[in-house]
Each structure stands twice: as structure tokens, then as C-alpha cells.
């Protein structure tokens, strides 16, 4: 079981601004990275580190940590960004890595 | 142009054994962390192993230690994974994947998955 939890889907409309979380006890002295992955592609990194997007990846997508649960944020949604969103970071012991669930978002 | 490739991967009978291989290219293989990630049909990402770049250090999920070994060729630029004693339940994409020097708990290029199908 993955002990980092999110929640399996979550819609917005074209256009307005989501917010896709993940709770984990290590989220509460680290930071979550995050993918997007459409579907028959490979996951592709959007943001990580304290304050990191990689170049290619817009503007609108940002992060926060707030106690335990890390947010990835898109702010103004495009249909594009329609896919599934996975957190990941290091698990309790610092030795393994962990996935979230995954959630998918569905832009209306 | 920094790019992953997986291949190896295809069917194979319950009990039987497979090596995937990742070849590298576009950036100074023996600098990073490596890692295999895999992806059950219809279901999420599941982190399997990690070595580092001079192959000294490595760790594995709980659920394929002792059955699937990382291993790496840096002369080679490649990865490897072999996987034994395989199950229906290790039905997946498997992807290489990179770990970044500036946070090491990010996978910072993919390979595009190479699909292993374990059945009678």
C-alpha cells in the first residue's frame, strides 16, 4: 500500500484553477514531486524540490506544501491538461521511493 | 538530446526470467541515479529499484527484492533489470527512469516503457 494518498479523480472546468493533493506523514519534512501522464505516454516530471517546474512546463502549474499534504496547482486549466497526476516522494525510512495513487483530472 | 530507451521487454511464462535493458544517451550516464518504475495495466506507478551512478549503492522495493536485480554499464551507458521467478502480478510497463541531482526523490526523464505480459 502506498503511503502516500490522493484522491483517484478530480474534475474543473476549462479555464479555472484545481488543486490535486497528496497526504503522507513524509510530506511533513520533505517535498513531493509530481507527474502528468496522458494516457499511452510516459509520466513526465511538471514539478519537484522546494520550488522547482522544468523548462517546457507552463506557467500555470505550481506547488505548495502545507503540513502533511503537498498541492500541485493549475491555475487556469487547459483541455490539455486532462490526464492522470501522481505525487511521489521518499517513504518513512529515506531508503525507498513511493508513489501515490494517482489522480485523474478531468477538464470540463 | 537527453533520451531513454527501454526494450527487452514481451511475454514469458509464470516462473520464468527476463532482463530489460535501458540505453542512455544525451547526458554523463555515471553522474546520476537510475531507476526502474513499473505500471500494472489500468493502475499506477510503483517505484522498484535505484543505483547510483558508480552501482555501489542500491535499494529495492520490498516487492521485488530477491527476485528482480538492477544492475548498470556505465561504459555501456546502459541499465539493466533482471527479473526471476516472475509472476501474472508483474504484468507491466516497466519505464527507466532518472533521478535528479538537484532533488533526488525526482524522476527527471523517462524512458518511453518497454511491456512485460507474464502468463501461461
Known amino acids: 500500500s502506498s503511503e502516500l494518498t490522493q484522491d483517484p479523480a478530480v474534475s474543473v472546468a476549462l479555464g479555472q484553477t484545481v488543486r490535486i493533493t497528496c497526504q503522507g506523514d513524509?510530506?511533513?519534512?520533505?517535498?513531493a514531486s509530481w507527474y502528468q501522464q496522458k494516457p499511452g505516454q510516459a509520466p513526465v516530471l511538471v514539478f519537484y524540490?522546494?520550488?522547482i517546474r522544468p523548462s517546457g512546463i507552463p506557467g500555470r502549474f505550481s506547488a505548495s506544501n502545507s503540513g502533511n499534504t503537498a498541492s500541485l496547482t493549475i491555475t487556469g486549466a487547459q483541455a490539455e491538461d486532462e490526464a492522470d497526476y501522481y505525487c511521489n516522494c521518499r517513504d518513512s525510512s529515506g531508503l525507498h521511493l513511493v508513489f501515490g495513487g494517482g489522480t485523474k483530472l478531468t477538464v470540463l | 538530446q537527453v533520451r531513454l530507451v527501454e526494450s527487452g521487454g514481451g511475454w514469458v511464462k509464470p516462473g520464468g526470467s527476463l532482463r530489460l535493458s535501458c540505453a542512455a544517451s544525451?547526458?554523463?550516464?555515471?553522474?546520476?541515479?537510475m531507476t526502474w518504475i513499473r505500471q500494472a495495466p489500468g493502475k499506477g506507478l510503483e517505484w522498484l529499484s535505484y543505483i547510483s551512478g558508480t552501482g555501489r549503492t542500491i535499494r529495492s522495493a520490498d516487492s521485488v527484492k530477491g527476485r528482480f536485480t538492477i544492475s548498470r554499464d556505465n561504459d555501456r551507458n546502459s541499465l539493466y533489470l533482471l527479473m526471476n521467478s516472475l509472476r501474472a502480478g508483474d504484468t507491466a510497463v516497466y519505464y527507466c527512469?532518472?533521478?535528479?541531482?538537484?532533488?533526488?526523490?525526482?524522476?527527471?526523464?523517462w524512458g518511453q516503457g518497454t511491456m512485460v505480459t507474464v502468463s501461461s
Open positions: 544525451g547526458f554523463t550516464f555515471n553522474d546520476y541515479y
Open positions: 527512469a532518472r533521478l535528479s541531482k538537484t532533488w533526488d526523490d525526482a524522476f527527471d526523464i
Open positions: 513524509t510530506l511533513g519534512s520533505s517535498y
Open positions: 524540490g522546494k520550488n
